[in-house]
């Protein structure tokens, strides 16, 4: 959770020996015992901690999570694992997120009962597939660039001549004259060799932007293998002479990185509980999927609170509103086809079974047959579209340890299938519970242009959950509200709730505090001589900017508590820098290339203009 952007690998490793002298004969012993894959303890004192631990309460102890498998990598066994204190308080991302699975299963299979569907032992499973975008460069150019190297993105930087206003690289041809198509191939053998199975791969919008895409899956196994993607990303890369960035904008005015969050909810045998002819087949029930699609419409507009608290990384700053990152609204797209369908369930107009249509495309050429497609569109402005058996959640942010986001969605959702259980025991019928709510909540479905600003004001109007500001979003984990609701659901205790907003807060303003030094030594070792030595450009101000930063800084230091610091960070990055940002471009742009001693947009962003694949770096193909 603190280390998003910053770090390489997002995981806690303690990595130990399985060896042991034997006391009598004085030869090694391998020291495989069950007990060591079971249970583990460490120091915790270390880690981001809000409060939860100190160095004198520094216990850390962990346990096998059946949930996700033991994988091989080099000579390690890596052992899934929950992480938690003395005192049994999650210390992890890991916990809370089976701790959801617990409460959605729970209540979903009370649900699915009062729906006409028992399932005994089974469980109501939450299955995620990721989709992580990223970028490479050449390494050489990464070493001429600080912010890159200690921030992830660039603080300052010129945009290229070329950016992405030809649409040329989405989807475009992988070439051969440069080495990402040999890394990308490699980074698949080497997920596969652990049991990942990364399906696809390709180009995405930005130059020098890429994607993987893995078979969707259980959430705690998803979690887990895609924080090893995305080291192995890193590790690779370094191999084909490349560096990876995961994080969410590392380049101005063009697309920045998401990892889309695929969520879908269904039963161990496979029936899915969003795909409306296979829940209403299972139960019987033809209303069965506007049933569970209230409950879900009822969660996203009482808790959009939530869902933009679990998206706001400080990379999804620059990223969220535009280039096919949704707006900081929280809405969802279910099409007209099913609006159309819930609309006449609501209002009592019918309650016949909802069967999606289909329309047929037809080119007018005898060479391509007529084929069909789905009734809906694609709305890729939406933050969590309605896809077909799944929900998209599409702000999430690439760097992101997606645990705390598939812990919210589980949990908003595992309170409403409560309620509506609850209800019905008591004695209501469960058609009229779901239209009282579908009309309660109907105003947080969107089908239209959430990147349209009239549209922007119309749903802020209608008092969608709007926060701009990801400090504030950060803030709203300790709301009342939020604290009952993850205490009722038995995910998070007040004091987990408590200590997640205070490494959130401490992520924010330390990740804020790393650009905000690195600009400083930017301008003083590279910026401020380059102008210098070419005799043009904004001298003045480059010298002004640096005293305005260390007082920013200092500003920030001195904050009373981290939330006070995020939001003197936020004022810093989002205004203070973006000011001293242009001024930097407009140094460059009248510094002599031979002058300029950082890598400019036009030497990190076209590897196929500036990179020749070698025989080191040819397409990989394993023997």
């Known amino acids: 959770m603190a280390s998003s952007g910053v770090r390489h690998g997002q995981t806690g490793q303690v990595q130990n020996m399985m060896m042991a002298f034997n006391?009598?004969?004085?030869?090694?012993?391998?020291?495989?015992?069950?007990?060591?894959?079971?249970?583990?303890?460490?120091?915790?004192?270390?880690?981001?901690?809000?409060?939860?631990?100190?160095?004198?309460?520094?216990?850390?102890?962990?346990?096998?999570?059946?949930?996700?498998?033991?994988?091989?990598?080099?000579?390690?066994?890596?052992?899934?694992?929950?992480?938690?204190?003395?005192?049994?308080?999650?210390?992890?991302?890991?916990?809370?997120?089976?701790?959801?699975?617990?409460?959605?299963?729970?209540?979903?299979?009370?649900?699915?009962?009062?729906?006409?569907?028992?399932?005994?032992?089974?469980?109501?499973?939450?299955?995620?597939?990721?989709?992580?975008?990223?970028?490479?460069?050449?390494?050489?150019?990464?070493?001429?660039?600080?912010?890159?190297?200690?921030?992830?993105?660039?603080?300052?930087?010129?945009?290229?001549?070329?950016?992405?206003?030809?649409?040329?690289?989405?989807?475009?041809?992988?070439?051969?004259?440069?080495?990402?198509?040999?890394?990308?191939?490699?980074?698949?053998?080497?997920?596969?060799?652990?049991?990942?199975?990364?399906?696809?791969?390709h180009r995405e919008v930005a130059p020098n932007q890429y994607e993987f895409a893995p078979l969707f899956g259980l959430n705690t196994t998803q979690v887990d293998q895609n924080l090893m993607v995305m080291q192995i990303i890193e590790e690779v890369a370094v191999r084909h002479g490349l560096a990876a960035l995961m994080q969410e904008k590392p380049f101005n005015d063009v697309n920045g990185s998401g990892k889309h969050n695929n969520w879908s909810i269904g039963t161990e045998?496979?029936?899915?509980?969003?795909?409306?002819?296979?829940?209403?087949?299972?139960?019987?029930?033809?209303?069965?999927?506007?049933?569970?699609?209230?409950?879900?419409i009822a969660a996203v507009n009482e808790h959009g609170d939530l869902m933009r608290m679990a998206i706001a990384s400080p990379g999804n700053d620059f990223r969220l509103g535009a280039c096919e990152a949704p707006p900081a609204i929280v809405s969802t797209y279910l099409g007209e086809d099913i609006t159309f369908y819930l609309s006449h369930f609501k209002d009592g107009k019918g309650e016949g079974e909802y069967i999606p249509k289909l329309k047929t495309l037809d080119l007018g050429t005898h060479e391509v047959l007529p084929f069909e497609v789905p009734a809906e569109d694609r709305n890729r402005t939406s933050p969590f579209p309605y896809g077909g058996a799944r929900f998209e959640f599409r702000a999430v942010g690439s760097s992101q340890n997606v645990s705390m986001v598939n812990t919210v969605l589980n949990t908003i959702v595992a309170e409403k299938f409560a309620e509506f259980a609850d209800r019905v025991d008591a004695g209501e019928d469960i058609h009229d519970i779901a239209r009282e709510t579908l009309n309660e909540h109907w105003k947080v479905i969107f089908n239209g242009n959430n990147y349209d600003e009239?549209?922007?004001?119309?749903?802020?109007?209608?008092?969608?959950?709007?926060?701009?500001?990801?400090?504030?979003?950060?803030?709203?984990?300790?709301?009342?509200?939020?604290?009952?609701?993850?205490?009722?659901?038995?995910?998070?205790?007040?004091?987990?709730?408590?200590?997640?907003?205070?490494?959130?807060?401490?992520?924010?303003?330390?990740?804020?505090?790393i650009e905000a030094k690195c600009?400083?030594?930017?301008?003083?070792?590279?910026?401020?001589?380059?102008?210098?030595?070419?005799?043009?450009?904004?001298?003045?101000?480059?010298?002004?900017?640096?005293?305005?930063?260390?007082?920013?800084?200092?500003?920030?230091?001195?904050?009373?508590?981290?939330?006070?610091?995020?939001?003197?960070?936020?004022?810093?990055?989002?205004?203070?820098?973006?000011?001293?940002?242009?001024?930097?471009?407009?140094a460059e742009e009248v510094v002599p290339a031979n002058l300029w001693t950082l890598a400019t947009y036009k030497e990190l962003m076209f590897l196929d203009q500036h990179t020749a694949s070698t025989p080191e770096t040819e397409p990989f193909f394993d023997e």
């Open 23 to 201: 006391r009598t004969t004085n030869d090694i012993e391998f020291d495989f015992d069950g007990k060591n894959l079971t249970k583990g303890e460490t120091d915790g004192s270390s880690y981001p901690n809000g409060g939860l631990r100190a160095t004198h309460t520094a216990g850390g102890y962990l346990a096998i999570d059946t949930s996700s498998p033991i994988f091989l990598r080099g000579d390690t066994i890596f052992i899934p694992s929950a992480f938690v204190s003395y005192y049994g308080a999650a210390l992890d991302e890991k916990t809370p997120l089976l701790r959801s699975n617990a409460a959605l299963s729970k209540h979903g299979k009370r649900l699915l009962a009062h729906l006409g569907l028992d399932i005994g032992d089974q469980d109501v499973i939450s299955n995620i597939g990721l989709e992580q975008e990223f970028f490479l460069v050449p390494r050489d150019q990464y070493y001429r660039r600080p912010d890159l190297q200690m921030a992830g993105r660039t603080i300052i930087g010129k945009d290229a001549p070329r950016g992405q206003e030809m649409c040329d690289h989405y989807m475009a041809p992988p070439s051969l004259s440069s080495p990402a198509l040999a890394c990308m191939q490699e980074i698949q053998d080497e997920c596969w060799r652990l049991g990942i199975p990364l399906k696809t791969r």
């Open 269 to 296: 045998d496979g029936i899915m509980l969003l795909h409306p002819a296979k829940v209403n087949k299972a139960t019987g029930n033809d209303t069965a999927f506007a049933v569970i699609m209230s409950a879900i």
């Open 454 to 513: 009239e549209m922007q004001q119309e749903l802020t109007d209608r008092g969608l959950w709007r926060i701009d500001s990801g400090v504030e979003a950060i803030a709203t984990l300790t709301a009342e509200k939020n604290t009952a609701l993850f205490q009722k659901m038995k995910v998070l205790t007040k004091e987990e709730c408590e200590s997640r907003q205070h490494i959130l807060h401490d992520h924010y303003w330390g990740t804020v505090d």
């Open 519 to 586: 600009l400083v030594d930017m301008l003083n070792q590279h910026i401020i001589p380059s102008v210098k030595a070419a005799g043009v450009g904004p001298l003045s101000d480059l010298e002004a900017a640096v005293g305005t930063l260390k007082a920013a800084i200092a500003e920030i230091h001195a904050a009373e508590d981290s939330y006070k610091a995020a939001q003197l960070a936020r004022v810093l990055r989002l205004e203070t820098m973006i000011d001293i940002r242009a001024v930097c471009d407009a």
